[in-house]
């Protein structure tokens, strides 16, 4: 993984979302350890390591498709939580709806945190 190229993804997400994004880490799988971000949260990356884990597996169980490309969390005071499993990496953003549109970040921001995130895996 090239961190250096992760750094340029979160900005790119900075560049698209502006003063909407609150806070973004890019963690592990398998230690929920964030390797990028902007106003990183440790404790919320590990957090929702977890809960994105038990998350899949429920849907296994349920029988239901697997997870796509990200969910989203409608959150109290106009937030909202955003995760993209990257395969070994999870890619956590904490927005304020209040200040980014919807269409927006689910048109441009998160395709393009998408495509960032594979230039910086690319071997």
Do not use: Y
């Given at each position: 993984m090239n961190v250096s190229k992760l750094n340029d993804a979160v900005?790119?997400?900075?560049?698209?979302?502006?003063?909407?994004?609150?806070?973004?880490?890019?963690?592990?799988?398998?230690?929920?350890?964030?390797?990028?971000g902007h106003n990183p949260q440790p404790k919320?990356?590990?957090?929702?390591?977890?809960?994105?884990?038990?998350?899949?597996?429920?849907?296994?169980?349920?029988?239901f498709p697997s997870l796509g490309k990200y969910y989203i969390v409608d959150l109290e005071d106009s937030h909202m939580a955003i995760i993209l499993p990257l395969g070994e990496y999870r890619w956590g953003i904490l927005v304020d709806t209040k200040k980014v549109q919807l269409g927006?970040?689910?048109?441009?921001?998160?395709?393009?945190?998408?495509?960032?995130?594979?230039e910086a895996n690319k071997k």
């Open positions: 900005e790119v997400l900075k560049e698209d979302l502006g003063d909407g994004l609150v806070a973004c880490s890019i963690f592990t799988v398998d230690a929920g350890l964030n390797i990028a919320a990356s590990a957090l929702f390591n977890q809960v994105t884990s038990n998350l899949i597996k429920i849907l296994k169980a349920a029988s927006l970040l689910v048109s441009i921001a998160i395709p393009n945190c998408i495509e960032a995130f594979e």
